[in-house]
């Protein structure tokens, strides 16, 4: 078994986190277990408006993407999440143009925006389920331990949640993203881990 098929099962408020987060839940197609990401507010905006068959005025980015890829003959075929580190997935878009396929990187938030409008298959790496899986019976018993999970671009609140190492990666791929209000508070946090 190299990877498990996974459906949204829906998007909630993160009151948690920093404002204007958003927790986007994956589930295993059985609903046997669920995992849960936060993701900002323009992803969940994107995310929801098609979960809810509405329509905005002008195309959003991951509408302007479709049609892009639609013009040029790639189709996205599927959504892999093959990875979890330091709190971080990671995930691969896999597009089909013509004989060739195209494996591209993507923030998971972005990666189901668009798994959603091409209505294809979502799989993660069983070793992310391992890593952050909440068992549905545990959030039935009251027994989830509160495991947070964030993306590239999304940052917490306290810097006692993440080691030094951590905060200063998530700061390099924030800055290599051009991500500048989340590099500030990476920036922030690391000063207030190292008593700057």
Not at 87 to 102: D, Q, T
């Amino acid at each position: 078994m190299d990877r498990i098929r996974l459906k949204v099962f829906g998007l909630s408020y993160n009151s948690m986190s920093q404002t204007g987060a958003y927790a986007l839940v994956l589930a295993e197609e059985n609903d046997t277990f669920r995992i849960p990401i936060i993701i900002g507010i323009a992803e969940a905006q994107s995310i929801a408006i098609h979960l809810e068959h509405l329509r905005s005025q002008r195309p959003l980015t991951h509408d302007l993407i479709k049609s892009l890829a639609d013009q040029l003959g790639a189709t996205l075929e599927e959504v892999y999440i093959y990875r979890w580190e330091s709190g971080i997935f990671y995930s691969e878009l896999r597009f089909r143009h013509g004989e060739e396929v195209l494996k591209i990187d993507s923030r998971t938030s972005d990666a189901i925006a668009l798994a959603l409008r091409y209505n294809c298959p979502i799989y993660v790496a069983p070793g992310v389920i391992a890593k952050t899986a909440i068992p549905v019976s545990d959030l039935e018993t009251g027994e989830f331990s509160g495991k947070t999970t964030v993306e590239p671009g999304d940052a917490k609140s306290s810097s006692d949640d993440f080691t030094e190492e951590e905060l200063t990666r998530m700061l390099d791929e924030a800055v290599k993203n051009e991500d500048y209000e989340n590099a500030s508070r990476y920036r922030d946090m690391l000063k207030a881990k190292r008593g700057e």
